[in-house]
């Protein structure tokens, strides 16, 4: 008989599993060690930042009063602003902040019961290293109190206020305050309270202390001092007198963007409807076409339905550069009415929201209707709706023809050379002429494109020193009002210069331009009349010559007429903006 031993041992898949088993043991107590290693390295750096602070702050405790203070900020005295320290292999960078405080015990401000708003003394110790999880920090502060009476002594108090374009305060702006022309240098910076208030207290008395307020995104405001370029500043630095507030104000409010643009005349071409059929009309209803306009079906003989609809059939341009204008000629009366809106096919009838074109959803009764400011990636067509309505059985409001005014192409033009403009001062030079906070020299891009970021509010205005061309519109208009926040484009429609032209804005009071007024001008056998555009301008340049008794006259209907015969034509492009009431 035979007898078989079996042999006990790990099969290869036995083998694998409990490798991996203890791969995955040994990786998680490795991770587990590490994790240990590391906290307890963080505790040891935490431990040793907390052990200079305090060892730090007990030695300024025993300073005499009048040595707590900084080197180069006040209030001054011997400990450096920014140090460094090793510590266990670590080193920490120690930064020492310590400012005066006002307290509300014996009245702030102007109320101070002594009229000394420097209490006592905030000291702040803040100590940052590199660790194993990045960047670590541990801050202490603690207050220091004079053994005797607050003294102000040989220094006084800067109080600055920082406002928004809205007189609103801003809070965390950066005040900057310097001042070399003293026996000891003061070079630090404070920041606004939530009332947009910083207050550099125990400054040495004296003059030239130079402010420069600054926050991210916004603006910049400040002192300057006089220079061969700006002898008379309008802000001077400021000085500071013994035991005294100097109040200074400033504003600064959020940067804006400014593109501007040089383009030649734009190719255009359009939709035209003069209702001889109804052919262009996608749909109607309660409408009819007839003698050449578009109204309300008649019920019977001269009575005619109270509303009723029509639209047209999709305008899509073959060739799209941009949306223009539409053009209505029609008319209504006291009882009868008629409203346009835009609508798109998207692949079904969709109206044009009023967030891209303001007013569409109730309807346009005006004869202009600007749509140079809908995407042509969004709208690559078009259809227009018109509602008309009547009270009065009797009677119907009408549309002679309508036109939607659309763009192919307009080249830019590039390289076009121009001094850039604000109109805010910051003092007067040698001649008594006003110097400008912003003023540079700028070139558009071969595609005709400038790109300005982080501009101040301001109203700006160019000159061209690129020879050989005139402005014949400028849309938005020149001198254009930026606003802060404020994303901005400036098209500038150019052609070739002649020895003279006259470029017209008509505007409403307050600056929006009035589409479709009729400019006459007239002098000798110089006689024409020119529609203003969506932009409120118009540009005559046909056999002008230098004069001064040009005579103007602008119109339109709802508006009070606009004449002047002294209106002054040179070798340069003039500009005239007369205001419609």
């Given at each position: 008989m035979k007898y078989f031993t079996q042999k006990n041992g790990f099969t290869l898949v036995e083998t694998i599993f409990t490798i991996a088993i203890m791969g995955i043991v040994f990786t998680a107590l490795f991770t587990l060690t590490l994790s240990i290693i590391k906290?307890?390295?963080?505790?040891?750096?935490s431990t040793g930042a907390i052990s200079l602070a305090n060892e730090r702050m007990e030695y300024i405790r025993s300073l005499p009063y009048r040595q707590v203070g900084t080197i180069g900020a006040p209030p001054y005295g011997i400990i450096p602003q920014n140090s460094t320290t090793t510590l266990n292999g670590i080193t920490y960078n120690e930064r020492v902040f310590i400012t005066?405080?006002?307290a509300a015990a014996d009245g702030e401000g102007g109320l101070d019961s002594n009229g000394i708003m420097e209490d006592y003394k905030l000291v702040k110790l803040e100590y940052t290293w590199k660790g194993n999880s990045g960047l670590n920090s541990y801050s202490i502060i603690s207050n220091i109190i004079p053994v005797g009476i607050e003294s102000s002594v040989g220094g006084g108090t800067i109080r600055v206020n920082v406002f928004d374009d809205s007189a609103s305060p801003v809070s965390g702006a950066e005040v900057h305050f310097f001042n070399d022309t003293l026996p000891t240098t003061t070079d630090t910076i404070r920041y606004t309270n939530n009332t947009g208030v910083a207050l550099l207290s125990g400054a040495p008395e004296g003059a030239n202390y130079e402010i420069t307020v600054t926050k991210t995104n916004f603006s910049q405001?400040?002192?300057y001092t006089a220079s061969s370029t700006n002898p008379n500043p309008t802000t001077q630095p400021v000085a500071v007198v013994e035991s005294a507030v100097s109040t200074m104000n400033f504003i600064i409010a959020t940067t804006s963007d400014l593109n501007i643009r040089t383009v030649s005349l734009p190719i255009e071409d359009s939709f035209f409807d003069t209702f001889t059929d109804a052919s262009k009309l996608a749909s109607t209803s309660n409408t009819n076409v007839t003698s050449g306009g578009l109204i309300l079906a008649e019920t019977a003989p001269n009575v005619y339905s109270l509303n009723g609809l029509a639209r047209t059939a999709t305008i899509t341009p073959a060739t799209l550069d941009s949306w223009y204008e539409i053009i209505v000629n029609a008319t209504s009366s006291a009882t009868t009415s008629y409203a346009v809106s835009l609508y798109y096919d998207d692949g079904g009838l969709t109206i044009v929201p009023d967030s891209d074109l303001s007013g569409n959803s109730s309807g346009f009764t005006g004869s202009y209707i600007d749509i140079s400011s809908l995407d042509v990636a969004v709208y690559d067509n078009l259809i227009l709706v018109v509602n008309l309505s009547t009270t009065d059985s009797n009677y119907t409001s009408e549309i002679y023809d309508w036109e939607v005014v659309y763009i192919e192409s307009q080249t830019p033009i590039p390289n076009i050379n121009f001094d850039l403009f604000g109109l805010k001062t910051i003092g007067t030079d040698a001649s008594s002429q006003p110097v400008l906070?912003?003023?540079?020299?700028?070139?558009?891009?071969?595609s005709g494109d400038l790109f300005l970021t982080d501009m101040e509010y301001d109203v700006y205005d160019l000159n061209l020193n690129t020879g050989g061309y005139s402005i014949v519109e400028s849309c938005e208009?020149?001198?254009y009002s930026l606003s802060p926040g404020e994303s901005a484009n400036i098209n500038l429609t150019m052609i070739s210069s002649v020895a003279n032209s006259l470029r017209v804005l008509v505007t409403e009071i307050d600056g929006t331009p009035i589409h479709g007024a009729d400019v006459h001008l007239e002098r000798g056998a110089v006689d024409e009349t020119k529609t203003t555009s969506v932009c409120?301008?118009?540009?005559f340049n046909s056999g002008l010559a230098t004069a001064s008794d040009y005579e103007l006259t602008v119109s339109?209907?709802?508006y009070t007429s606009y004449n002047d015969s002294a209106i002054t034509i040179d070798s340069n492009t003039s500009t005239v903006t007369i205001i419609l009431n």
């Amino acid at each position: 008989m035979k007898y078989f031993t079996q042999k006990n041992g790990f099969t290869l898949v036995e083998t694998i599993f409990t490798i991996a088993i203890m791969g995955i043991v040994f990786t998680a107590l490795f991770t587990l060690t590490l994790s240990i290693i590391k906290l307890n390295a963080n505790t040891k750096a935490s431990t040793g930042a907390i052990s200079l602070a305090n060892e730090r702050m007990e030695y300024i405790r025993s300073l005499p009063y009048r040595q707590v203070g900084t080197i180069g900020a006040p209030p001054y005295g011997i400990i450096p602003q920014n140090s460094t320290t090793t510590l266990n292999g670590i080193t920490y960078n120690e930064r020492v902040f310590i400012t005066y405080i006002d307290a509300a015990a014996d009245g702030e401000g102007g109320l101070d019961s002594n009229g000394i708003m420097e209490d006592y003394k905030l000291v702040k110790l803040e100590y940052t290293w590199k660790g194993n999880s990045g960047l670590n920090s541990y801050s202490i502060i603690s207050n220091i109190i004079p053994v005797g009476i607050e003294s102000s002594v040989g220094g006084g108090t800067i109080r600055v206020n920082v406002f928004d374009d809205s007189a609103s305060p801003v809070s965390g702006a950066e005040v900057h305050f310097f001042n070399d022309t003293l026996p000891t240098t003061t070079d630090t910076i404070r920041y606004t309270n939530n009332t947009g208030v910083a207050l550099l207290s125990g400054a040495p008395e004296g003059a030239n202390y130079e402010i420069t307020v600054t926050k991210t995104n916004f603006s910049q405001d400040g002192t300057y001092t006089a220079s061969s370029t700006n002898p008379n500043p309008t802000t001077q630095p400021v000085a500071v007198v013994e035991s005294a507030v100097s109040t200074m104000n400033f504003i600064i409010a959020t940067t804006s963007d400014l593109n501007i643009r040089t383009v030649s005349l734009p190719i255009e071409d359009s939709f035209f409807d003069t209702f001889t059929d109804a052919s262009k009309l996608a749909s109607t209803s309660n409408t009819n076409v007839t003698s050449g306009g578009l109204i309300l079906a008649e019920t019977a003989p001269n009575v005619y339905s109270l509303n009723g609809l029509a639209r047209t059939a999709t305008i899509t341009p073959a060739t799209l550069d941009s949306w223009y204008e539409i053009i209505v000629n029609a008319t209504s009366s006291a009882t009868t009415s008629y409203a346009v809106s835009l609508y798109y096919d998207d692949g079904g009838l969709t109206i044009v929201p009023d967030s891209d074109l303001s007013g569409n959803s109730s309807g346009f009764t005006g004869s202009y209707i600007d749509i140079s400011s809908l995407d042509v990636a969004v709208y690559d067509n078009l259809i227009l709706v018109v509602n008309l309505s009547t009270t009065d059985s009797n009677y119907t409001s009408e549309i002679y023809d309508w036109e939607v005014v659309y763009i192919e192409s307009q080249t830019p033009i590039p390289n076009i050379n121009f001094d850039l403009f604000g109109l805010k001062t910051i003092g007067t030079d040698a001649s008594s002429q006003p110097v400008l906070k912003y003023n540079k020299n700028h070139s558009t891009d071969g595609s005709g494109d400038l790109f300005l970021t982080d501009m101040e509010y301001d109203v700006y205005d160019l000159n061209l020193n690129t020879g050989g061309y005139s402005i014949v519109e400028s849309c938005e208009a020149l001198p254009y009002s930026l606003s802060p926040g404020e994303s901005a484009n400036i098209n500038l429609t150019m052609i070739s210069s002649v020895a003279n032209s006259l470029r017209v804005l008509v505007t409403e009071i307050d600056g929006t331009p009035i589409h479709g007024a009729d400019v006459h001008l007239e002098r000798g056998a110089v006689d024409e009349t020119k529609t203003t555009s969506v932009c409120g301008q118009t540009f005559f340049n046909s056999g002008l010559a230098t004069a001064s008794d040009y005579e103007l006259t602008v119109s339109k209907s709802g508006y009070t007429s606009y004449n002047d015969s002294a209106i002054t034509i040179d070798s340069n492009t003039s500009t005239v903006t007369i205001i419609l009431n």
